[in-house]
């Protein structure tokens, strides 16, 4: 799979796990929805993908407990996550338009030689 379309299927992928965690009833169903989004990428890229998501994690993690404890505090815990889940679909829609990721459609050999 090129690279572009990797990272707009896991953002997409993002978007709706987070989405699902509003409706889970019990914890282990938010693991298994964590669990089912890393079966999805494919077994060479895992490590590239867990990167990067950490690195976004690691980037913002000051400010998720902050923002998700005033929108659960203030909308209840369901609501705050169907709100995060929508900014990651409109992160997932700029995935499509962001010119920067067309380099990742070109094999590495090609971008390190150009």
């Not at 707009?8 to 019990?26: D, G, H, N, Y």
């Amino acid at each position: 799979m090129p690279g572009r379309l990797l990272v707009i299927v896991e953002s997409w992928t993002t978007a709706a796990v987070v989405l699902a965690m509003a409706f889970a009833r019990v914890a282990w169903m938010v693991g298994a929805l964590l669990a089912l989004m890393m079966f999805l990428i494919a077994d060479a890229l895992v490590g590239r993908v867990s990167s990067a998501i950490d690195f976004g994690i690691g980037s913002l993690r000051w400010l998720g407990p902050l923002a998700a404890g005033f929108l659960a505090s203030a909308l209840g815990s369901a609501t705050a996550i169907v709100i995060v889940a929508g900014v990651m679909a409109v992160i997932a829609v700029s995935m499509h338009v962001a010119d920067g990721l067309r380099v990742l459609d070109q094999p590495i050999d090609e971008v390190a030689a150009g």
